[in-house]
């Protein structure tokens, strides 16, 4: 149920919970932070969250917004820039309602910007729009990317200048009515409810030199578990829900994403960029809020995770971004990161 609070933070209110990190700006509400490095700055390409007054339900109609505001940073810690409006539903000619997670890259002197809206059927795609500057203000295009569906774009760029582009969320993000591969608008509200197959993939494609389009058909990542096996439907602490991410460290390929009702950002690490990927523990444990999302990024010879909670609001449409450090051990696992300290 998304209006109901993770139970292992239940009993602990903003205020008893003490947070390893403050939010990142206070004068509007922000959620899922993709952070990159840009020209030596840090760009953070969040959600901008807004009280429409919109039901919440399992759906995620409650997540209501209708911009995107870019923020950035010379460093960790420094002075955090609102760059006002960089990108208005108004201004997606194909768009009906809700702008998602979105994510940035950038190529030859050009800044995209990915992001999931509904289209006006209500149902997600993923669109793009351009700008000269990493901070925007952007231009869409005037139709989603083709084949594009789901929610929480995420584009990695590998070693050898390659962009992949990582996408889809169940439930409320829909990914569960792509099943045959065309939308099912009667289909499940949550998941494919087989709990002994395997669980739904997340979704990846490589991108066009143009950036523009999927350069090749969508592909499903296997998500194995220390067997090799699939992880199964009903592995609700370990299956993919939403908020793909990937980074490069040592040569792997580690994928990261949110669990959605259990409420963890896990990884699982591959050797390639297709997956498949084999899961290896928690990321980061549940934060005050329903929903879980980052980005993990090296600045600087550190890696950091971008993250966000509902410290200030303490309602869960309402959300703020923060970051911590993260750290890698030795043979390549994660330190699982506690969010709250007593
Ligand atoms: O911000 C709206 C949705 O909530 C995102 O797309 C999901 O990942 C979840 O954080």
Same mark, same amino acid.
């Given at each position: 149920?998304?209006?109901?609070e993770?139970?292992? #933070?239940k009993?602990?209110?903003?205020?008893?919970a003490?947070s390893?990190?403050k939010p990142?700006v206070?004068?509007?509400y922000?959620?899922?932070?993709s952070a990159?490095?840009?020209?030596?700055?840090?760009?953070?390409?969040?959600?901008h969250d807004?009280?429409?007054?919109?039901?919440?339900?399992?759906?995620?109609?409650?997540f209501d917004?209708?911009?995107?505001h870019?923020l950035?940073?010379?460093?960790i810690?420094g002075?955090v820039?609102?760059?006002?409006?960089a990108?208005?539903?108004?201004?997606v000619p194909w768009?009906?309602r809700?702008l998602w997670?979105?994510?940035?890259?950038?190529k030859?002197?050009?800044?995209?910007l990915?992001f999931?809206?509904?289209?006006?059927?209500?149902?997600f795609?993923?669109?793009v729009?351009t700008s000269t500057?990493?901070?925007?203000?952007?231009?869409?295009?005037?139709q989603p990317i083709?084949?594009?569906?789901?929610?929480?774009p995420?584009?990695?760029?590998?070693?050898?200048g390659?962009?992949?582009?990582?996408?889809?969320?169940i439930w409320?993000?829909?990914?569960?009515?792509?099943?045959?591969g065309?939308?099912?608008?009667?289909?499940?509200?949550?998941?494919?409810?087989k709990?002994?197959?395997?669980a739904?993939?997340?979704?990846?494609?490589?991108l066009s030199?143009n950036?523009?389009?999927?350069?090749e058909?969508?592909?499903? #990542?296997?998500?194995?578990d220390?067997?090799?096996?699939e992880?199964?439907?009903?592995d609700h602490?370990?299956r993919f829900?939403?908020?793909?991410?990937?980074?490069?460290?040592?040569g792997?390929?580690y994928?990261?994403?949110?669990?959605?009702?259990?409420?963890? #950002?896990?990884y699982a690490?591959g050797?390639s960029?297709?997956?498949p990927f084999?899961?290896?523990?928690?990321?980061?444990?549940p934060?005050?809020?329903?929903?879980?999302?980052?980005? #993990?990024?090296?600045i600087?010879?550190?890696w950091?995770?971008?993250?966000h909670?509902?410290?200030?609001?303490?309602?869960?449409?309402?959300?703020?971004?923060?970051?911590?450090?993260?750290?890698?051990?030795?043979?390549?696992?994660?330190?699982t990161i506690?969010?709250?300290?007593k």
């Amino acid at each position: 149920d998304l209006t109901e609070e993770p139970d292992s #933070i239940k009993d602990t209110s903003a205020n008893e919970a003490k947070s390893i990190s403050k939010p990142l700006v206070e004068h509007i509400y922000t959620a899922d932070p993709s952070a990159h490095v840009f020209d030596g700055k840090i760009y953070i390409y969040p959600s901008h969250d807004i009280d429409t007054g919109a039901p919440e339900n399992d759906m995620g109609d409650h997540f209501d917004m209708k911009d995107y505001h870019i923020l950035s940073m010379d460093s960790i810690g420094g002075q955090v820039t609102d760059h006002g409006v960089a990108l208005d539903i108004k201004d997606v000619p194909w768009a009906g309602r809700q702008l998602w997670a979105p994510d940035a890259a950038h190529k030859d002197g050009k800044y995209y910007l990915y992001f999931p809206a509904k289209d006006k059927q209500d149902v997600f795609r993923i669109g793009v729009a351009t700008s000269t500057s990493p901070a925007g203000p952007f231009k869409a295009e005037p139709q989603p990317i083709k084949n594009s569906y789901s929610i929480d774009p995420a584009v990695f760029q590998d070693t050898d200048g390659s962009f992949y582009m990582y996408f889809g969320g169940i439930w409320g993000g829909q990914l569960q009515r792509w099943a045959t591969g065309k939308y099912d608008a009667n289909g499940s509200k949550t998941d494919l409810q087989k709990d002994d197959e395997p669980a739904i993939s997340p979704r990846v494609a490589k991108l066009s030199k143009n950036m523009l389009e999927f350069a090749e058909p969508v592909k499903e #990542i296997k998500l194995l578990d220390e067997n090799g096996k699939e992880i199964l439907g009903k592995d609700h602490d370990r299956r993919f829900f939403e908020a793909s991410w990937v980074h490069k460290y040592n040569g792997k390929y580690y994928f990261s994403y949110s669990t959605g009702d259990t409420h963890f #950002i896990n990884y699982a690490i591959g050797d390639s960029p297709y997956g498949p990927f084999t899961y290896k523990g928690v990321v980061l444990k549940p934060v005050l809020g329903w929903t879980n999302h980052h980005s #993990i990024v090296e600045i600087k010879g550190k890696w950091y995770l971008f993250y966000h909670d509902v410290e200030l609001s303490g309602k869960t449409p309402l959300r703020n971004v923060k970051v911590t450090e993260l750290h890698h051990n030795a043979d390549g696992t994660i330190q699982t990161i506690e969010p709250y300290t007593k």
